[in-house]
C-alpha cells in the first residue's frame, strides 16, 4: 500500500514536471462578463466559458486549455493570450472527439482566426496620446478627406479623447460627426503597437458599435491611427493601412494652451481632497504636478472617480496660505480658460473659489475674476483622521418648550467624540466625529461626521462655536463662517448650553494615553491650551510635571500629539495596583 501511494505521488509530480495539470480552472483575474464580437456576451468562470465549455485540461506551463462542450459532445483546444487585464485573445482548434492535450492543441493553425474578449465593466486606462490635434482621415471611399480638418482634444482626463469628423463634400461617405473615445487597454506585440477602446457618444448604440480596436505609431508630433471595422482586431495590417486611416498633427488652436504650465502648491497637489457633502474628488493626475481632477464620487460603481473636469495650471500668484492661478480647464471634453483660488484654511482643510471663465491664456487673474464665483466649495484632506475635539467637559441646557435637559459631553467617551443626549429620549440626539478645527476672528470652526446618522455619515459638517456670556453656542454653518451665521434662525441646527457643566468624569474614559489631536501649523501650537478646571481630582505638582506634553512626529506634515495629565498618573496608578497585586501573591 505504502509502495501504491509512492508511486502515485512521483508519478504526479512528473507530469506536474511536464506541465500538465488535471484540476483545470481558468486564472481568476479572467472570471467575469467579457464580449467577442459575433458571440455576444461571454462569461468566464473558474472552471467554464459560455459558448467553449468545460474546462478539462491545462498546460501549466503555456497558455494552452483543453475544453470539454457537452453540448456538441466533443473536446477543442483554445490558445488563450492575455494582452491587457481588460482584453483576451485566443485561437481556437477543431472541436473533434476526446484527444491528448498535445494532439488537439496540435491541430492550431498558425492562420488561424484570432478573436478578441474585451472585459464588460472594465476600467479605463490612459491613451497613449495626449493634449490636442488636428487630424486627416480616409474611410476608402476615394481617397484622403483633405478639403476639410478635422480635429481631436483630451477630455478631462487622459483617458478619454473626444473627435471631431468634418465632412468632405468630394467624398462619398464622409459626415459631420463628433465620439468620444475611452480608452481601455493598450499592448505591444512583437513591434507592432495596439489600442483598444469603445466609443462613448455618437451614433454607436450597440455594443458592437461601440468597441474598436486600433494600431498605433508616434512620431515626434504625428500620430497615425487606423481602425478595425466592427469590435475585433482583424484587418488592421500597419497604423497607415486599415478600415479607417487617421494622420494626427498636434494642434494649436485658440482653446489649447501653448505656454510652458506651471506647478500646483505641493500642499495641494500631495493630497486627495474631499468636498464636505462628499459628492467630490480633488486629486492630481497620476505623475503630474501641473494638473488636477475634479471628479464625481460613485460610492457603489466599480469605478469609484469619475473625472468631469480636469484643470492645468498655467500662471500662478502664491502667497503663504492662499494661491490664484490662471487654469486651462476641460470641463467634460469642453475647453476653457478660468481663474481658480486655493486657500488653505488649515493644514487639512482648503477652501477652493472657482470665477468665471476667461477669454485666452493671456488673462492675468485678478480680484474681479471672483466677484460673482461660480463656486465656493470646501475641501478636506481625504487622509484625515478623528482628531480632538477643539473642547472637552461637560455642558448642559434646558428646553423651554418640553422641560427636557440636553447634555453634551465633548471629549469625554473618546477624545474625537461629542455627544447631545436628551434626558426625555435618554440617547444621543446627536453624535459627531470631530476631524478638524481653527480658529477665526472671534469663531472655532470645527469639522465633524454626525455618526448617529446612517444617512448622513459619510458628510462632513462644519459647526461654529461661540461664547455668549454664559453661554456657549454651537451652530451647522453650510457657509463654514463664510457667511453670516444666524445662530437664532430655525433653518439651522443649533444648540446652546450653559458654559460649564463639570469636568469629563474619569470613569467613561477609554482613550488611550497618547492621542492624535489635530494637524496644525507651527504658529497654532499655543493657541488652544489645557483647560485649568479639568484636573481637580490631580495635585498642582502632577499637573506642572505632566502638563502639555507634545510629541512631534517625523513627517512634514509637523503632527503634534498631547497627553492629558490625569490619563497620565491613571496609567501609573492602574500599573502599580497590578505590581502590588502580583507581590503579594
Known sequence: MAFAVVALTLALTWLQVLGVSFGCQFPMKWWGNWYQSGLGDIIITASHISSKGYCVEHHTRSDFFVVENREENCHQCLLMIERHDNILQYKEGYCIGPGTLHSLCNNIRVEAVLYTLVREVSQPVPCPF???????????????????????????????????????????????????????????DRSELYLYGTFASGAAT?????????????????????????????????????????????????????????????????????????????????????????????????????????????????????????????????????????????????????GGFVANENHRCTESDFTALRSD???????????????????????????????????????????????????????????????????????????????????VLCFIMRHNGPMTDILQDNSCGQGVANFTSRQSEGYSFQNYLDECPLEIIQQPEVAVINTIDDDDVDEEPLPEHGYSHVSSEDISRAKELYVRSSDADKIYRRIRPFDLLLSINYLQILMATFLSR
Open 130 to 188: 495626449q493634449d490636442a490635434f488636428e487630424f486627416l482621415y480616409n474611410n476608402n471611399s476615394g481617397g484622403t478627406c483633405r478639403s476639410s480638418r478635422s480635429y481631436a482634444r483630451q477630455c478631462a482626463t487622459n483617458r478619454k479623447f473626444h473627435f471631431r469628423f468634418n465632412r468632405c463634400p468630394d467624398l462619398a461617405y464622409t459626415f459631420d460627426r463628433e465620439v468620444e473615445l475611452e480608452c481601455l487597454a493598450t499592448w505591444k
Open 377 to 459: 466649495e470646501l475641501f478636506l484632506a481625504e487622509d484625515s483622521f478623528a482628531g480632538f475635539c477643539p473642547f472637552e467637559g461637560r455642558y448642559y441646557s434646558v428646553v423651554e418648550r418640553t422641560g427636557c435637559r440636553l447634555e453634551m459631553s465633548a471629549g469625554c467617551k473618546n477624545r474625537s467624540q461629542l455627544e447631545v443626549i436628551s434626558t426625555c429620549q435618554f440617547r444621543p440626539v446627536l453624535q459627531l466625529r470631530c476631524l478638524s478645527w481653527w480658529r477665526e476672528q472671534q469663531n472655532l470652526l470645527f469639522l465633524a461626521q454626525n455618526v448617529s446618522s446612517r444617512e448622513s455619515s459619510d458628510r
Open 206 to 354: 450597440s455594443k458592437e458599435d461601440r468597441y474598436r480596436c486600433f494600431m498605433y505609431s508616434l512620431l515626434g508630433s504625428l500620430v497615425y491611427l487606423s481602425m478595425s471595422a466592427d469590435a475585433t482586431c482583424r484587418g488592421l495590417r500597419s497604423p497607415k493601412d486599415g478600415p479607417l486611416t487617421m494622420e494626427l498633427n498636434s494642434d494649436v488652436y485658440n482653446h489649447w494652451p501653448t505656454i510652458a504650465p506651471c506647478s500646483f502648491p505641493s500642499w495641494l497637489r500631495n493630497s486627495s481632497w474631499r468636498d464636505l457633502p462628499g459628492r467630490y474628488r480633488l486629486l492630481a493626475e497620476e505623475d503630474r504636478q501641473d494638473k488636477l481632477l475634479l471628479a464625481n464620487f460613485e460610492k457603489n460603481s466599480v469605478q469609484k472617480h469619475v473625472v468631469i473636469s480636469g484643470y492645468r495650471c498655467l500662471r500662478m500668484q502664491e502667497d503663504t496660505h492662499e494661491s490664484t492661478m490662471l487654469t486651462h480647464v476641460v470641463e467634460e471634453c469642453e475647453p476653457r480658460f478660468q481663474c481658480i483660488r486655493a486657500k488653505r484654511r488649515h493644514a487639512n482643510v482648503m477652501q477652493l473659489q472657482k
